[in-house]
């Protein structure tokens, strides 16, 4: 019996449509396009990428007001200070590399505060023994430095900017004022927070809960308070922060609650312009932010990973992973013990830096996982920050990053400012033999670390992985998904991710020699074949369990005149083009 026209017609859209189906899954295949949880997202005039989707569009908003990427890194950061408070905010610190479109040149900030001038180490050890601890504690007035990304905005926009402040900071004051509906994984960290810090002295109930709770997915969250402090840094700009009405604030709170910051600290802050250090990658050269930062691990990562066929070893082979935890290993030895503030300690880049100290380390890799590794004291793996990164249609590009450290910070609130102060003096050592010891006016080390790729002089890549101790694995593992196996910027922030802790760590106190090879962490996405086989190697390896940050990108096709961008899928980000 014949087929009726409607049955046979469905039977053949049916069939085009699996037939269409096949081709764009092998299309994708590929193109090594396995892994990507979407496209990428593509714009001609412009984009930004950050962990906070209105945060994305006020950042768009502004290139579209003809402000630049500059002015939209600075509007983005201020909106998700408010959004994301559970990641960053003003009472943290900036780090950021620029490409100048018009002066052709990449430039560099730190925008990292100093520890109090006040503080001696010796009244440090002193108010150390009080409370019995032999390391800076987190959630301690002892931890506060001065809070650096204010000045870090002011000195981009003097450097850089188009729009005046006034604009730039109308729409995070305006959300601040008005609410706006807080998303699904912030809403989980900020309620995990309350409970411990609200207890905090200070007004952190008042400013960051809604009846004594951290607010819920959808719900609408207000923060008038930071509303009138970003009114008046828009207003009277940096200096109402750091010598005007806000410094003399929190000095007075700070004396009334035994701290240790003064307004003369505030006063006397100042944000830092400096050449990244680099290296290159196969032909494209790899630029991270150094001294008191950890960025140049990434560049150490790199140099060693240049001498192995990742590309032939294959992507997530025990192979590769072997290679990249025993190169992670070498490496955080290094930046446990010379990375530090560079006004006071000369770190050695000639030497860290070299292709011939990449190939004497790689030479210690063998077959099996290194198991005399020192385990240091844990205080870094984890911690909660943002990056985004604009870039316009002039050409300009701006990788930022910033963070008050441990989430929300350490839950000091000066009532009426409206920001939780940071807690990076945690990350001082106490050992004064090292580096990276506490001084007076001395900057911590930071996890933060913004990345930038050149290729041919001309820019490539602005990229972020945010979380602690974790960032530099990251940025390594964005880069080799991309140079050497073919993925595409958002399929190699989508692809399965590895950690490893339990190396030595730049606070200086080594707890024991545990004569161990450390703790690997997998995600799911990696075949249990393969975890079988690198717990053959000695490696001590879980599923899950660990965080593997949360990462922005944005690539320029110089040949298209066209940008790509990409955004982290585990949680709420959005990257958004025009």
């Known amino acids: 019996m014949p087929l009726s026209s409607k049955v046979f017609s469905l039977i053949m859209s049916v069939m085009i449509f699996c037939s269409m189906f096949s081709f764009a899954q092998?299309?994708?295949?590929?193109?090594?396009?396995?892994?990507?949880?979407?496209?990428?997202?593509?714009?001609?005039?412009?984009?930004?990428?950050?962990?906070?989707?209105?945060?994305?569009?006020?950042?768009?908003?502004?290139?579209?007001?003809?402000?630049?990427?500059?002015?939209?890194?600075?509007?983005?950061?201020?909106?998700?200070?408010?959004?994301?408070?559970?990641?960053?905010?003003?009472?943290?610190?900036?780090?950021?590399i620029i490409w100048h479109e018009k002066s052709q040149k990449l430039y560099a900030i730190n925008a990292s505060g100093r520890s109090p001038r006040g503080l001696s180490y010796d009244n440090l050890m002193k108010e150390l023994d009080k409370i019995d601890s032999e390391t800076i504690p987190p959630y301690h007035l002892l931890s506060v430095s001065v809070p650096g990304v204010v000045d870090g905005w002011f000195e981009l926009h003097k450097k850089f900017g188009s729009l005046p402040m006034k604009e730039i900071l109308k729409s995070p004051i305006h959300y601040a004022e008005n609410g706006f509906p807080v998303t699904e994984a912030i809403s989980y960290r900020w309620r995990n927070s309350v409970p411990f810090l609200k207890s905090q002295p200070g007004a952190f109930e008042s400013t960051f809960t809604i009846d004594g709770e951290g607010p819920k997915k959808g719900q609408i969250f207000k923060n008038p308070d930071l509303g009138k402090t970003l009114s008046l840094l828009a207003k009277s700009g940096r200096d109402a922060y750091y010598k005007g009405e806000i410094a003399k604030k929190i000095d007075k709170w700070m004396k009334e609650n035994n701290g240790y910051l003064r307004y003369k600290d505030f006063a006397n802050h100042k944000s830092e312009w400096i050449e990244p250090v680099t290296t290159n990658y196969r032909g494209y050269d790899v630029y991270q932010v150094g001294g008191n930062v950890q960025g140049t691990a990434v560049?150490?990562?790199?140099?060693?990973?240049?001498?192995?066929?990742?590309?032939?070893?294959?992507?997530?082979?025990?192979?590769?992973?072997?290679?990249?935890?025993?190169?992670?290993?070498?490496?955080?030895?290094?930046?446990?013990?010379?990375?530090?503030?560079?006004?006071?300690q000369d770190v050695p880049y000639d030497i860290l830096l070299s292709k011939d100290?990449?190939?004497?380390?790689?030479?210690?890799?063998?077959?099996?996982?290194?198991?005399?590794?020192?385990?240091?004291?844990?205080?870094?793996?984890?911690?909660?920050?943002?990056?985004?990164?604009?870039?316009?249609?002039?050409?300009?590009?701006?990788?930022?990053?910033?963070?008050?450290?441990?989430?929300?910070?350490?839950?000091?609130?000066?009532?009426?400012?409206?920001?939780?102060?940071?807690?990076?003096?945690?990350?001082?050592?106490?050992?004064?033999?090292?580096?990276?010891?506490?001084?007076?006016?001395?900057r911590p080390f930071h996890t933060i670390i913004p990345g930038f790729v050149m290729k041919d002089g001309k820019p490539f890549f602005s990229y972020g992985n945010m979380g602690g101790a974790y960032q530099p694995i990251g940025h390594v593992s964005i880069l080799t998904n991309i140079i050497d196996f073919g993925m595409n910027i958002q399929e190699a922030g989508d692809a399965a991710r590895w950690d490893h802790s339990g190396s030595s760590e730049p606070t200086g106190k080594i707890t024991d020699q545990l004569n161990s090879s450390g703790q690997v962490n997998l995600e799911s996405g990696i075949p249990y074949e393969v975890v079988r086989q690198l717990r053959a190697k000695g490696h001590k390896v879980e599923v899950g369990n660990s965080f593997f940050g949360r990462y922005q990108g944005i690539m320029r096709d110089h040949d298209k005149e066209i940008y790509y961008g990409a955004s982290e899928s585990r949680v709420d980000g959005q990257a958004a083009g025009y």
């Open 299 to 344: 560049l150490q990562m790199l140099n060693i990973l240049e001498g192995y066929d990742l590309k032939s070893m294959g992507y997530g082979t025990v192979e590769t992973l072997h290679a990249f935890i025993e190169t992670k290993k070498l490496v955080y030895e290094d930046r446990a013990k010379h990375y530090a503030d560079a006004d006071f």
């Open 26 to 96: 092998a299309d994708r295949e590929a193109n090594g396009l396995n892994f990507a949880s979407r496209s990428e997202v593509i714009g001609q005039h412009g984009m930004v990428a950050t962990s906070h989707p209105l945060a994305t569009q006020i950042g768009l908003d502004i290139l579209k007001k003809g402000g630049n990427a500059i002015d939209a890194a600075i509007a983005a950061n201020a909106a998700t200070g408010l959004m994301e408070p559970t990641g960053n905010g003003i009472g943290g610190d900036l780090f950021a």
């Open 357 to 442: 100290y990449a190939e004497q380390r790689r030479q210690l890799i063998g077959e099996t996982a290194m198991s005399d590794v020192s385990t240091g004291v844990e205080v870094i793996e984890d911690g909660d920050t943002v990056y985004l990164t604009t870039a316009d249609s002039e050409g300009n590009m701006v990788s930022l990053i910033q963070s008050n450290f441990r989430g929300m910070g350490t839950g000091f609130v000066v009532p009426g400012l409206g920001f939780s102060f940071q807690n990076r003096g945690e990350l001082f050592s106490t050992d004064p033999q090292h580096p990276n010891v506490y001084e007076p006016g001395k």
